[in-house]
């Protein structure tokens, strides 16, 4: 052989070397076929997303990707490339394992002609990039958009009939008791909807991850009392008493004042809200590293069904003593969330119509170092 022939078969081993390795070092799977959908070649990821360990090379595409559609229809993937005839793309398929676990993807099908000239023939490149988390993450979004704007929408909607019947009211010279109940129920809508949108800031900020912690001295008795003081006429009001249960021996919890009277005041009026006879005791105790905390109360209690489901997001039990109260369900699910940035855990005990127990530890944290910096800022990047 000659030179030249040398030097042009050197340069083309090594066009392979650098084509290999750039394909290699995608992120997204690539697997490219013949005509007759055979695999020719394919990367490292798409290894990964087929979660194979062996070759898949000169394997029919279609015993090594099974596909799903958005219905769980099986879809034959050698069918659908040999079905394109120009490039197509969809984020609405599924990888469908041998184990049944799937994995959403973004797929896409380019006809192309591989090679050169004549030694060239046709073929497909396929790109799978799995978007799991990505989907479940829209899918969430759209959930909490519709969810969020239907619990905005019914109380505007009680609110506005109640002041358009008032002002009715108001020309005709109706009794003034009537107007005044008008009033009254447009103004408890209108409380309620300023409360769903403090929660809806505070976990807006909880998951984008920009709440800070600021480290301040806690007086566990300070806090307590300060709830009871609180919230003693509205449980007064429904015939309730509340109680302590504060040991003596507490000391000073490092931790967020803040988020743990958030936390704490959340489990009040839950247990305000969803007691209708006896009391509510809220207690405190030193524990290994912090202060364990709970509310204690004699209400409607929660199913065994329900105890897993009450911290999420928007959910309400169907019990109807919960629905005759107002709720939006995301008291506990920002409460799990302010817990988690202080490292904190919840607990729950519950038996149906016998009572709740919501505790919570609180670990101390790190004491902010005087002077130099008065707050510690946690960043809630743990969330
Ligand atoms: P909301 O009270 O606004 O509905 P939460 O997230 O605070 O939302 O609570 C979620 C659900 O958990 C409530 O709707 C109720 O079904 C249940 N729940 C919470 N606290 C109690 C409690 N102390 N007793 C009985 N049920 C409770």
């Known amino acids: 052989m000659d030179d030249s022939k040398m030097n042009e078969l050197d340069q083309a081993s090594i066009e ?42 000169n394997k029919p595409i279609d015993s090594v990707v099974k596909l799903i559609d958005k219905d769980s229809q099986q879809v034959n993937i050698l069918q659908l490339i040999l079905s394109t005839h120009t490039a197509f793309s969809t984020r609405d398929m599924s990888i469908l394992y041998d184990d049944q676990n799937i994995a959403k993807v973004y797929l896409s099908i380019a006809p192309v002609h591989l090679g050169y000239g004549k030694t060239g023939a046709r073929g497909y490149v396929l790109l799978l990039r799995d978007i799991t988390r990505e989907k479940s ?102 015939g309730l008493q509340i109680l302590t249960e504060i040991s003596p021996n507490l000391e000073t919890l490092w931790s967020s004042q803040l988020y743990v009277h958030e936390i704490l005041q959340n489990f009040v009026t839950n247990a305000i809200k969803y007691t209708d006879k006896g009391h509510i005791v809220i207690g405190a105790q030193p524990k290994e590293g912090g202060i364990e905390f709970w509310v204690q109360d004699t209400g409607i209690g929660i199913s065994k069904n329900d105890q897993s489901r009450v911290f999420a997001k928007f959910y309400r039990s169907e019990d109807y003593r919960t629905r005759k109260n107002k709720g939006t369900g995301l008291g506990l699910y920002v409460t799990m969330k302010l817990a988690k940035i202080l490292s904190a855990q919840i607990n729950l005990s519950s038996e149906l119509n016998q009572g709740s127990k919501f505790s919570i530890f609180i670990p101390a944290l790190e004491q902010p170092h005087q002077q130099i910096h008065p707050a510690v800022d946690y960043r809630a990047n743990r969330v």
Request: hydrophobic fraction near 40%; charge should be negative; avoid cysteine.
């Open 16 to 57: 392979r070397e650098r084509l290999k390795s750039l394909i290699n070092s995608m992120a997204d799977g690539v697997v490219a076929t013949d005509e007759k959908g055979q695999i020719l070649i394919y990367n490292g990821a798409a290894m990964n997303i087929l979660d194979s360990n062996t070759t898949i090379a």
């Open 137 to 238: 993450l829209e899918e969430e979004r759209d959930e909490f958009v519709s969810v969020a704007s239907h619990e905005l929408r019914t109380p505007i909607t009680i609110a506005e009939g109640n002041v358009s019947n008032a002002l009715l009211m108001v020309e005709r010279g109706d009794n003034s008791d009537l107007i005044k109940q008008a009033l009254k129920q447009a103004y408890d809508q209108i409380i309620f909807l300023s409360g769903l949108i403090n929660d809806l800031a505070t976990l807006s900020r909880a998951e984008r991850g920009i709440l800070t912690v600021k480290v301040e001295a806690i007086n566990a008795h300070d806090l307590i009392n300060n709830l009871v003081n609180s919230y003693q006429e509205e449980a007064k009001r429904k």
